[in-house]
Each structure stands twice: as structure tokens, then as C-alpha cells.
């Protein structure tokens, strides 16, 4: 259940998708380019800077906006709600380890949308093996040099503030991270090979060849880079891909009861009908991890093993429920010129990103064989929202029980 707030906030993002996403599908569809346009216009409604203090020039208005906005967009676009995720997440690491300095430079104009941040911390090699990066800066006078390839960075072709994770040192403490402009002598983002979902975003490469940084652009300690990666990933991505997912579920339901309504040979079949409620039911569970997890996160409580669980759940129900979609179609969710094969192809791609589910498994195992080894993230970066979202029922039930 939304807040009248969360409400408008819906109804601003799907009046925006209807006008301007909708009509553009076809030609991310087919183009594959990437819709650059739609994700300033995005930004300039102050969506990117939906999680930014109001201090900053933000909306200040947390998790639970955010994920509103993501999943509202996703419904439309996958593509367009995991370009709008991609930036969003990029303000972790200034919000969270920027100095006051950096936050006063740096979270304004992407507040406004005119400056589009990313986070850039995969390597072709060591995937999703965060210390097994190569890339590095070395000192050089009083600033850095940087050098190295990333991969599969959101927003790469289009954004104007790379976070880059490279290696200053050995083991876990020799990660740094750096801001590095769009336009600075070396960075390059070559075009994208073509891809199997989410036309329209993207995800490509990000070089760094010789770049000169000034130490003012290092963005938390020297050696605080795994921190800076996880506090990106572990509280947005994870929760923001969730969200993605969602979107996509409530896409599937809708196109799947739509299908299934209009063709009364197969409107009373038994199977049929099952699916329909296997996919409904995926929406709701879907929508139960996604809010719960981002309440949570507004309210400040150690929330983890509920961010992965929402990433998890999520992409897989929505992964299983557009094969159910699929089947369903039969022939017809083959055509390109209906929706469902869409989905299912953007449903595929979010499993990589902020860690694969056996990733999102391992982490789950992790803590319940050995509970409270490692401090969860949520805990140290806690920003409770003022004034604190209510309790969710659950919470409220448990009380009065
Ligand atoms: C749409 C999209 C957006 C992305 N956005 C960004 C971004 O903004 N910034 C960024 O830096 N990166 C981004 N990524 C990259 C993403 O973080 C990586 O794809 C992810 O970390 C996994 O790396 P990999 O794809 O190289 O797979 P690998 O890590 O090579 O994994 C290959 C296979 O091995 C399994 N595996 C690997 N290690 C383990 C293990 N320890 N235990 C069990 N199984 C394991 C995996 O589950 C998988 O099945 C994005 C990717 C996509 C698809």
C-alpha cells in the first residue's frame, strides 16, 4: 500500500512513460540505440536525484520513491527503468563517502539532471569477483594515473560522471575510487555489440587509458574501493534491479491477462488459468520483497538479507513468469510485435548485475551458517529517512499479535 505521495509520484512516472517511453519502443527495439534524450528528460524531473538530500538539491525522498519510480518506469520500459536505476545508483558513493566539498560539486547537477553518474567496477576478467580487479592508479606528483577496461557499466555511452573502482595496492584494502568526467583525456566508452534485451540502455565498456586525476577526485580513502563498490551495489543495485523485475512482472500480468481474455478457447482452460495465477502471484510476492526491503531502508534497520532477497526473488519470478507469459502466447508472444517476448528478454538481463543469484545464495548461506560474521552494509550506511515511513503491516501485526 503506496502513500498518497507515492501515489503521485506513480502517476507523474507513468504519464511520463505513456507520452514519451512508450512511443519510442519501437525504435529502441529495432535500433538498439541508446535513448540518451529520455534519460535526461528523466533526470530533469529530478528522478535521478530522487535519493539526494533535499540539502543538495534533491527529492530527498529515499528508497521507497526510488523504487516507485523504477518500478513504475520498468512497467513500460525495462530498458528505460534500468537506465534511470543505473544513474541513480551512481549517487551512492558521493552520498555516502563524498566529502562536503565533493557532495556541493558533484550531487547538485545531478539533481537536476544535467550530469548523469555511473558506477564502473566490472572487469571482463574477474566479473563478479570484485577483488580480482586489474585496473589501477598510481600516484603521480600530487594526483593519480589511472589505466584499466570495465565492462557492462550502466550507462556508459551516456553518462558524465564515471565512479571507477580500481586497484591502488594489494588484497581487499587496495581498492580506491576515483570520479573520472566523461571528457577527460583517455576515457573512452566504445559503442555496444548488440545485445539480447534491454534496447534502448546502456551497458557497455568504459576504458581508461592514462587518465590524470587530481587526488580531489578520489572519492572516499585510498583503500576504502570494496566499500565504495558494495555500498553501490548491496544498498541501490540490489534493490533497484529488484524493482526493474517488478516492473517487468506487472508488464507480463497485464499483457498475459489481456491475451488470455480476449480468446475464449482458451480463456476456461484449467492450465491456462493456473499460469495466470502463478504469474499473479509472482507480482505479489514480487511486490511484498521489493516495498519491504525499501521501507526497511528508509527506516535505517539492518536490512541485507532483505535487499538480496529482493534481487533474488524478484528477477527469478520474473525470469519464471515470462516464460509462463511465453507459453502462454503460444505462436503469437513469438511475434516482435507483441510485447511479450520483450519482456522475456529483459527479464534475462538482470541477472548479472549487482550479483548473480547464486551470488545472492552464497551471501544468504553465508549468514545463516555463520550469523552476524560480517556487519551488515545496511547497518553502516543506515540513513534513516525523516520523518520515518510507518511501520509496515508485518511490523504492526507482530505487535499487536
Ligand atoms: C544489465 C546489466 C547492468 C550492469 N550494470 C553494471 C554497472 O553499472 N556497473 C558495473 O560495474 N557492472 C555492471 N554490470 C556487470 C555485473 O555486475 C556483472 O555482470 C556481474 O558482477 C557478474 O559478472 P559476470 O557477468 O562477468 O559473471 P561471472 O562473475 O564471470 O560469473 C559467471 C558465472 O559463474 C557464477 N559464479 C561466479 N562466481 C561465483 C561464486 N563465487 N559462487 C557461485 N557462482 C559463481 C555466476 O553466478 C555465473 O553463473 C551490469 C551487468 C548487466 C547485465
Redesign the pocket.
Known sequence: MLSDTHEDLRAQVRAFAESEITPRIPRMENSGDIETGLVKDMGARGWIGVTIPTAYGGMGAGHEAKTVVVDELSLHSAAMG?AAQ?SI?GVAKIDHFGTEEQKREWLPPIAEGTLLP?????EAES???VLGMASTARRKGRGWVLDGR?V???NSAIGHLHGVVVRTGEGPGGLTAFLVEHDRKGVSAPPHPPRIG?KGFS?GELHLDAVHVSDSHRIGDIGDGLAVAYSSSVLYGRLNLGAVALGILRATLAQTTAFISGRDRITGLGVVRDRLGDITAHVKMAELAVYHAARSLDRGEPCDQDLITAKLHAVEAAQHATRLGMRTHGATGLLTSVPMERFHRDAL?LE?????S??QR?RLAEEALTPGRHRPWSQRFARPLTPAPAPAPDTLLAHTA
Open positions: 534500468a543505473a545508483l555511473t558506477i564502473a567496477v566490472t566479473g563478479g569477483h570495465k557492462f557499466v550502466g534491454l551497458f538481463c548479472p548485475p549487482a550479483g548473480t547464486d551470488i552464497h
